[in-house]
Each structure stands twice: as C-alpha cells, then as structure tokens.
C-alpha cells in the first residue's frame, strides 16, 4: 500500500511530525469496505435477519411434507411443482418474502447505514478519522448490496436444500412446459436472486438517503419499509395505472420470466434501468444531504 | 493576554502564522435562532497545552465540531495545522487526533474492532501496521486487558480510555481532547494527566476541552475562556493569572487604621468586620492604583499602623475563571 510499509513500525516512533503521508486511496477504500462488511456481518442483527429469512423456505417445505399437496390454483405461485420437484421450495419462498419480508429486511439494513452511526456516535469518529463523507456514504451502500444479495441466496439456497433434503429432485420443468437439466435449473434460480437483489437496490438507495436525515434508526428503517409496501399497493390500484412504470416495486416478482424457455431478459433490463434511476436519483440526494449536514450526535 | 472578540484582527498580527496550530476568525455558528458560538477568534500556538475552558453550553464543543469539520461555520473561518478547515478536512484530519463530546463506539463489537474500524477509515492509516498500532495504543490507555471485550460491557471510564487510544493510533501533531477525564477515577485522571505531558514533550499541540479547573492548571501552558459562546479571554497561563487583580492581606491589631490607610492609598477594601475583629486581618483589592506591594507597607508603617503579616494574594484559576463566566448556575446564557 505504501512505500514505507517496510519500517512503518519502527517509524511509528519518530517520523518528523510533518511528513508527508501515503497517499494510496484505492487500496485505502477497499480496506474501509472490507471492515465495514466484517462489522455489519459480525453483528448479531444481521444473522437474525438472515436466520428469519432462512426459516419461510423451511416452514413452507415442511408444512408441505406434513400436510400434503395443496388443492391445486391455491396458495402461492409454484407451490404445486414442490411434491414433484423440491428445487421449487426456493422460487416459491421468494414469491412469499417479496412484497414484505425482504423488504423489512432490507429496509432494517439500509436505515441503519448513516443513522444507525450517529445514534451510536460513531459517525463523528468515522468522518474525523476521516472516513470522507461521500466514501463512507459509497461504503456504507456497498455494504448495503451485499446483504441484499446475501439475504436473496439465503432464501434460494436454503430452498434448494431444504427441497432436496424432503421431496424428489430432478429435471426442471419449467413455465413455457421445456424441461431442463437440475444444473441449469439451480442456475436460473441463482439468476432469479440476481434479479431479485437487483429489484431491491433501488430501495436500498432510498433507506440510504432517509438514513441521512436522521439520528434515530429505527425511523429509517420503517420509513423505507413502509414506502415499498406505500409502492405495492399503488402498483396493484389500476387507477394509478400512468404511474406503475415508476414504481420501485413495478417489477419485484418480474423474475417468473428466468423460468421460461428461452429466458425473457426483458423484464430484467427494465427492472435494473428503473433500479438504476432510483439509485442515481436517491444517491445524489443522500450526497447532497451528506456534504451539507451538521453531524452534532 | 487578547481581549476576545471584540477585537477580531489581532490573532494574524501576532507572529508567524506558521506558528499557530489553532488558529479561527470570527468563528460563529447560529442553530435557527439560538447563537451557540459568536465571533470566536482562536490562536493556539503550536507545542501549546492549551486549556480550553467554559460553563456547560457555552459554546467550547460546538467550536471544538467546527474545527474537525464536523459542523459548517455560519461565519469566520478556521484554519488547523496551517490549514483552511473544513476545506482541506482529508488532508487536515489524518494528523489530529480527537475525543469529541464523550468516547463513541459500536457496542457490540470489541474494544481492538472498535479501533480497527475507525482505524481502516482513515485512508492514510498503514494497514500492515494496523493490529500494532492498535495494540500499542490500547497499551498507552492501560487497557490491553480489556481489548477483546464487547465494547457494552465497558464501564464509563474505559470507554473514555478507548476514545483517548483512538486520538492515538497514530502518531499526531494536533490533539483535540474534549473533556478527557470524563467518568475516569483519580488514578485515570493522573494518568491522562501525564499522558498529555508526555505528547507535549514530544512536540504535539494538545487542545483540552475542560471544566475541571485544578486540572487544566496543572498541565496546561494556554489557557481561552468561553461564555454564553463569546471568547472572553486566552492568552498564556501566567498572562490569565496576573490579568486578575491582586489582594494584599494585611494582619494587624490596629484594624482602623490600616482601612484608613488602605483606603488612603486609593485600594478597595474588603468590608469584612468578623475578619477584622477575629483574625487581625484586613484584606483589600489593589484597585486602580496599581501600587507596589512595598509601598503598601512603607505607607502602612509610616502611618503607625503594627505590622504583623503582609501577603500580596494572586487570583486563583478559578476566581478569574469565575469573574469571567459569572457566579454559579447564574452563568450568561
């Protein structure tokens, strides 16, 4: 990282106070982002969360072991393919976290990022460390997208396990009726949690932004959650039909279309350009917000 | 000794600016309707222990936020380390240090991640060197025991010995203490005591935010008094003291006579008749006569009053501390 790494223990002593300091910044952030990931994924919230998260494919897998087959047309998409194939139990479990439990997730992890340092205190201490104000802020969203996709594979994954463990496994028989291979069936499901962790970027960039207007995280946190179930319920009013194409939750459960033969990107690209949108847009408020704001916590 | 605000220019005109590792001009900062800190004009000069004194809420951590860019000035300007702040606040930063309003850390994680985190903020923080330096700093504060605890199970005064080993992770030229004895014991505060003595010694400006008088006395070389978030007065310790008046305490039998005399000379003298009566004491403020200590005698000898004690009493810390920011909880709000 610097060119005086070599003595830089012994020169801890007694560098003349004015030295001059390396400048490495890429090396600097990366190392500022892998301690932020060691810190949110070392506290123990985060592994509850993911834990919750984990447990909607058990129960659904094991109360369909237990119970049986559901009269067919009922319950949620998918859950009849569960009996024949028990890959399923991780797109079924996705379709039911969609509209609330992956969001509050996300919402707790995204209005946590800035508020949650300044109602502990520390966002005086990173910023005077200095962390810089837009790098933290860089830092802290990266954080943020990664658990969106840790917590979209724990629901596939534990699906996908916990459907092998109970039911049948083989050939998936996919939507437009195609059957493919079990290798290429788990692969649409990993590209079914890309979708899905794209999706929820963009509301990541919101909790981002409401967590800089605040010291108290838990007003983030439901703030941002309560926008994305506000956004599906205006996406389900037919009234509000001219506004659905901007909503952040206008392509959440688009992703049934990775289970077609061939695979329809279509919705997946409008999905990441609407996501994109909303990152830019929420990005640069929480910047501005950022560079202007007195942190007196 | 600089009167304060009311006369802004001065702090430039006092030598080199080069010279001054704290250095603002009408520093002011308004929340809506409230002045929390008005027209502050700092010089706190470079190897200075400087004692940055004031009542609660009068203005001395909202100046000590503007100075670590954590807080915008609404005017004036603050230059640290030679440096125009918040400007320059990447480059200024990585050489304070500082302990802003309390010690803050992530509660669940331990007292060497706490610094390791903040440590990995700071982009001109070596990483190869980072656990040593953590150690090493956790070592200083006394606390190499306790680094691998949560940092929820620390009492108040190890959190304060975390947040002082985090201003030292590295080797710095400015260090801001914002009350740093703060919930620690009397064996703590000795030691901080003798930690700042040994920065200093070492060539780092240290700024100590305090209430605690006795103690900026005993280690500080400057001191600036804050109130109701006006600057009333800096300057060297020595300079503060003798801006007090001095007393002279006269004992004696003759007690009318020496008022008479006293009071002859143009000195201000204490109403006090108990001490008069009890103590054989008469005690007077030298008042604008300015008059010289052996004068007094002269005078008093020479007026037939006995003479049997003379003492020229200077004002303590804390009586011009006192003068300063007013009586009790009557302070200027």
Redesign the interface.
Known sequence: ??S??EG??AG?ET?P??AP?????R???L??F??EL??LF???RTWALLGALALIPILIAVAIRIAGDAPSGRGPAFLGQITENGLFVGVTAMVVAMPLFLPLTIGVVAGDTIAGEAS???L?????????RV??LVVKYGATAVFCAAATLTVVVVGSLIGWALFPVGPVTLLSGATVSVGEGLLRFLSIAAYVTVSLLGMSAIGLFLSTLTTVPVGAMAATAILAVVSQIMGALPQLEWLHPWLFTQYWLGFADLLREPPVWDSFVDNAVLQAGYVVAFGALAVSRML?K???S | MTGGSSDGAEVGDRGDRRDLAIETHGLTKRFRSQLAVDGVDLAVPRGAVFGFLGPNGSGKTTTIRMLLGLVTASAGGARVLGTDMPRHVDSVLPRVGALVEGPAFSPYLSGVSNLRRFDAADRHAPRRTRAARVDEALDRVGLSHAGGKKVHAYSLGMKQRLGIANALLMRRELLVLDEPTNGLDPQGTREVRSLIRSLADDGTTVFVSSHLLAEVEQVCSHVGVMSAGRLVAQGTLAEFRDGGEARVLVRTPDGAGARRVLQGLGMHVDDDPDRAAVEHTVAARVGPSEIAPEAVVAALVAGGVRVRGFEVERASLEQRFVELTGEGFDVVQ
């Open positions: 990282m610097s005086d790494g830089a223990t801890l560098p106070p004015s300091r390396p400048a490495g910044a090396g600097g952030t190392s500022l892998a301690s060691l810190t070392r506290r123990r502990h205190g520390t005086r201490y990173l910023l005077i460390a200095p962390a810089g790098r933290l202007t007195d942190v007196l």
